[in-house]
């Protein structure tokens, strides 16, 4: 199982940026995907996931709105669409992923533990 996120870079306040994760070695319709980061000095935080079975979301609060996860099975890859970035946004973020995650969309995303596979992150910096 192999995660490749790409995608990051340094945005202004306000602008957009969409990060990909290639997802290989694994049978991407039965997994449980999800985008964490982390912004230095700070601990490690669920995004946005993903139920590719069911379709189920889970947001973080603060970026309901704002970001939107997506796949494209045809492809294995899964998409974070972020718009309207704030200086908070900035961090290291990372793909991950679990097969048949059977405790739901909310504990994937949230439990620290919850995801076995994880890719490289991608770094992202809103700038002021």
């Known amino acids: 199982v192999q995660l490749q996120a790409s995608g990051g870079g340094l945005v202004q306040v306000g602008g957009p940026l969409r990060l990909s994760c290639l997802a290989s070695?694994?049978?991407?319709?039965?997994?449980?995907i999800g985008w964490f980061r982390q912004a230095p000095g700070k601990e490690r935080e669920g995004v946005s996931c993903i139920n590719n079975m069911n379709g189920d979301t889970y947001y973080l609060h603060s970026v309901k709105g704002r970001f939107t996860v997506s796949t494209d099975n045809a492809n294995n890859m899964v998409y974070l669409q972020m718009i309207s970035l704030k200086p908070e946004d900035t961090a290291v973020y990372f793909c991950?992923?679990?097969?048949?995650?059977?405790?739901?969309?909310?504990?994937?995303?949230?439990?620290?533990?919850?995801?076995?596979?994880w890719g490289q992150g991608t770094q992202v910096t809103v700038s002021s």
């Open positions: 070695g694994f049978t991407f319709d039965d997994y449980v």
């Open positions: 991950a992923a679990e097969h048949r995650y059977p405790s739901g969309i909310y504990n994937f995303c949230v439990l620290p533990a919850a995801p076995s596979h």
